[in-house]
């Protein structure tokens, strides 16, 4: 697997590296940590619990993008029970992973909550980019930490494949600030503009589909050659890279990484 570090790109600018890399996201990107009082629901995997970081989780359908993007949220609930949950569910799938979920219907972006006890759970009727960008935006003036699962972010989009929605963009941006953490997943690699992978600070890649657009885009992303292009070994395996120095590394299955998260 070590072989597999040189293929993960970092989000950030190739000239910011090594203590430089570290200061700068330092300086961008305020640390929130567990409450004492929390200090019970720490997690015991060793993964982090910190907020202000973003994840982009891509995979086909059926390869288990969607339930690590739910046992993701479940592990930042129980390491961050007093934080407020967002779940932007364009596709209208079942999740009943979903801790204590808050649901609401229709086109009309609903207001901002102001405690973790639910997770409101977003079904739009249709794409409305307007009222997606006034929901951002609602959660970003909130200006207080967040976690946010975007269940499709080639959604977002619109008709142009290379389009980035403003209220998006300045929650990746400017939500760091405030411990506002990101999950974006997607199945259309090639529909995301780079700029929403560029803020990603964890990448997590599933089996993608063998689509010629789909593969160039990943191998872009990966920086990696036809011949030495793989997918992920196990069936619902994935590669997790944090951004910058740290080592890429593969997991057989979301509990290999999250243990139990109900």
Do not use: C
Not at 4 to 23: M, N, Q, T, V
Not at 221 to 226: A, N
Request: neutral net charge; glycine residues 6%; without cysteine.
């Amino acid at each position: 697997m070590h072989s597999l570090l040189r293929y993960i790109p970092s989000p950030f600018d190739k000239k910011i590296e090594g203590r430089e890399h570290e200061e700068a996201l330092s300086r961008e990107a305020p640390v929130y940590h567990l409450d004492e009082e929390d200090a019970s629901v720490r997690p015991l995997t060793g993964m982090p619990t910190k907020l202000g970081q973003h994840w982009a989780i891509v995979g086909k359908t059926g390869s288990g993008k969607t339930r690590f993007a739910l046992g993701l949220l479940g592990y930042l609930r129980r390491s961050h029970p007093k934080t407020p949950r967002y779940v932007l569910n364009s596709t209208d799938d079942d999740m009943p992973e979903i801790h204590a979920p808050l649901t609401v219907r229709g086109n009309q972006s609903p207001d901002v909550m102001t405690d973790g006890t639910y997770t409101q759970v977003w079904t739009p009727d249709s794409d409305d980019l307007d009222e997606y960008n006034e929901w951002f935006l609602k959660i970003l003036y909130r200006r207080q930490p967040a976690i946010v699962l975007i269940d499709e972010i080639a959604s977002l989009s619109g008709r142009s494949r290379n389009a980035t929605l403003e209220g998006h963009i300045k929650l990746l941006k400017q939500g760091r600030k405030h411990g506002i953490t990101v999950i974006n997943e997607t199945q259309s690699l090639s529909h995301v503009p780079l700029d929403i992978f560029r803020q990603m600070e964890y990448y997590v890649q599933f089996r993608i589909n063998n689509d010629v657009h789909e593969v160039s885009t990943s191998r872009r992303y990966l920086d990696v050659d036809k011949k030495e292009y793989h997918q992920p070994n196990a069936p619902y395996g994935f590669f997790l890279k944090r951004s910058g120095l740290h080592t890429v590394k593969e997991y057989r299955s979301m509990r290999e990484l999250f243990g139990n998260v109900g």
